[in-house]
């Protein structure tokens, strides 16, 4: 039986991974790394100074040792370079490399702008130029909601104006201590997740677009039983599993496409679901919507739909795509317009690439 409490898919706690250059002291790393060290406002909570921003192609040392994009060197061969103290013991987190890990002093430095990256930039040279003992570098990986990688976002969701993200973090700090985890026993929620009024379409690694939560509008507007917080609280089940699946975890996205089969203005049109998914979603997962994608819209619908949807922000609106075209449905989001219709429709389209969410119901 799944657990029926559902935990946030990412918190403050790092996970730890160390390369050895031991098998190739002269050896590059393979990665881009990103300057974190030039006194911008998005790097506060960034741990370090320097931090992989792309992995190279072949066999290199940082795909041997499992290195990802965002994971953020805090250490050269046991000197620490961390902006600012731990807050946590090495005992307590888990370690990527178990037996080759290899502890630091946690050092913090208090340099000028760009004199700690220079610093560690310096101390690799040195120790691979003399070659014994072989370089070793400490890294921390960070949820992709976890400050050093959230902070960014809140910041350009508030142009930039730290007070202002400042607030928008903590408030979403506050919310997320109070709806979390989310009781999967719900009945509510399990009629959701049973009719799969609430799904995921992920159609895999050959698009360049990121999977899609999947909102079925006509079976939640037929079942009473079934509150706009049930529906939100489906909707963040979803969206959690497939933010902590992106590839970046500085960049986590995630499309939204609204089924509305069946949905006339004379059969109601529950503004008030999308509204409270709205009023969640903004405030706590800011930039990280792709596409939101409504279909099929008469004329009417889309005229009634604009109207009422005016409660969303400009900036967000500028990613919404309400159509009656099924080809501008699978352009926006990546789709094979012919396989959706072999399927028979954009459900059975659903259906067949369901990435997840049977785990979630509970019998």
């Known amino acids: 039986m799944p657990n029926p409490l559902f935990p946030s898919t990412s918190n403050e706690k790092p996970q730890l991974l160390t390369i050895s250059f031991k098998d190739d002291p002269q050896g590059s790393l393979g990665a881009q790394l990103i300057n974190c060290d030039k006194g911008e406002p998005f790097e506060m909570f960034c741990p370090g100074f320097a931090q992989i921003g792309r992995l190279l192609d072949g066999d290199t040392v940082a795909r041997k040792s499992g290195v ?36 630091n002093d946690n050092n913090v430095l208090h340099l000028g702008k760009g004199e700690a990256y220079e ?37 350009e969701a508030r142009d930039g104006n730290v007070p ?44 360049s677009m990121p999977p899609t939560v999947y909102v079925n509008f006509s079976k939640l507007q037929a079942v009473e039983s079934i ?77 009634t739909a604009r109207t009422l949807l005016n409660f969303v922000n400009e900036k967000t609106q500028k990613k919404f795509v309400i159509t009656n075209s099924l080809a501008v449905v699978c352009e926006e989001l990546g789709w094979d317009q012919r396989e959706v219709e072999s399927c028979g429709g954009v459900t059975e389209f659903m259906h067949k690439h369901e990435k997840a969410g049977t785990e979630l119901i509970l019998e």
């Not at 994009?69 to 370690?95: H, P, Q, Y």
């Not at 089940?237 to 499309?255: G, H, I, Q, V, W």
Request: charged content about 25%; hydrophobic content about 40%; overall charge positive.
């Open 119 to 155: 610093a560690l930039l310096s101390r690799i040279k040195m120790i691979k130029a003399a070659g014994t003992p072989p370089l070793v570098l400490s890294l921390e990986r960070y949820g992709w909601d976890a400050k050093m990688n959230s902070w960014p976002r809140f910041l």
């Open 164 to 207: 202002s993200a400042m607030k928008m973090l903590q408030d979403h700090e506050q919310w997320k201590q109070i709806n979390f985890p989310i009781d999967l026993t719900r009945d509510g929620v399990q009629e959701v997740l049973r009719l799969k009024a609430v799904a995921e379409i992920d159609i895999g690694q050959g698009s």
């Open 68 to 103: 990802k994009v965002g994971d953020c060197i805090v250490a050269v061969s046991g000197r620490g370079f961390r902006r600012f103290a731990a807050d946590f013991k090495e005992d307590d987190l888990e370690n990527l490399s178990k037996e080759t890990h290899v502890s």
């Open 227 to 303: 509150s706009p917080d049930d529906v939100c609280k489906a909707f963040l089940l979803f969206t959690e599993m497939m933010l902590a699946r992106s590839k970046d975890p500085r960049s986590p996205k995630a499309c939204q496409f609204i089924d509305l089969s069946g949905v006339t203005i004379s059969s109601g049109f529950r503004v008030d679901m999308l509204k409270k998914i709205y009023h969640v979603f903004e405030p706590n997962y800011p930039e990280t919507l792709a596409k939101m994608v409504m279909y099929p819209v008469s004329t009417m619908l889309a005229t």
